[in-house]
T-cell receptor, first 115, second 114 residues
Framework: DQQVKQNSPSLSVQEGRISILNCDYT??????FLWYKKYPAEGPTFLIS?????DKNEDGRFTVFLNKSAKHLSLHIVPSQPGDSAVYFC??????????????FGKGTLLTVNP | DAGVTQSPTHLIKTRGQHVTLRCSPI?????VSWYQQVLGQGPQFIFQ???????GRGNFPDRFSARQFPNYSSELNVNALLLGDSALYLC?????????????FGQGTRLTVV
């Protein structure tokens, strides 16, 4: 049962344009969401996170939007750069009442930014 | 500052053998988690340890075990290796035992079982 879904296996955009990566979740208990970027042969690198009490969080070129009613979040990268080309993972955790820290990941979206 | 470090980076083992993977968390982080990533999938949670105690276990067989040491470093052990255990094994460290904070990953150990 895939609780975190990234339905687009790949996305291609032009340098300078906006990249929008989408993520849907099914578990209503998820209350903290993270985006990671992964290059081949490296571990995931943390990009940005958002708590369920917010609907937007910005960090430089990266903005994450959360729509709790739709159980949907998106990562916007503006402007996109060739160095952004990587696999992007959406991850979620359920913290309320829990005693451990477990991240549930989507399958990832391969972003290619063309010069 | 050193990030999360894992060793070895690559490993080739034969079916039926045992393997030990090691992880050193970011200085000051007391929580270590292990994840398995197979090709085409996102990382899957295996274990979490905090203050040397197991705090969470994913849906993995008993062949998988782990422990955390007083310096907060951790080992993941896998017994009776199967071909399907071939994967990238990732270690993540975080300051708190619970979520609501960022987890930082090491570069991973690529395990190949032949």
């Amino acid at each position: 049962d895939q609780q975190v879904k990234q339905n687009s296996p790949s996305l291609s955009v032009q340098e300078g344009r906006i990249s929008i990566l989408n993520c849907d979740y099914t578990n209503s208990m998820f209350d903290y969401f993270l985006w990671y970027k992964k290059y081949p042969a490296e571990g995931p690198t943390f990009l940005i996170s958002i708590s369920s009490i917010k609907d937007k969080n910005e960090d430089g070129r990266f903005t994450v939007f959360l729509n709790k009613s739709a159980k949907h979040l998106s990562l916007h990268i503006v402007p996109s750069q060739p160095g952004d080309s990587a696999v992007y993972f959406c991850a979620a955790s359920a913290n309320s009442g829990g005693s451990n820290y477990k991240l549930t990941f989507g399958k990832g979206t391969l972003l290619t930014v063309n010069p | 500052d050193a990030g999360v470090t894992q060793s070895p980076t690559h490993l080739i083992k034969t079916r039926g053998q045992h393997v030990t993977l090691r992880c050193s968390p970011i200085s000051g982080h007391k929580s270590v988690s292990w994840y398995q990533q197979v090709l085409g999938q996102g990382p899957q949670f295996i274990f979490q340890y905090y203050e040397k105690e197991e705090r969470g276990r994913g849906n993995f067989p008993d062949r998988f075990s782990a422990r955390q040491f007083p310096n907060y470093s951790s080992e993941l052990n896998v017994n009776a290796l199967l071909l399907g255990d071939s994967a990238l094994y990732l270690c993540a460290s975080s300051f708190w035992s619970k979520g609501g904070t960022e987890a930082f990953f090491g570069q991973g150990t690529r395990l190949t079982v032949v």
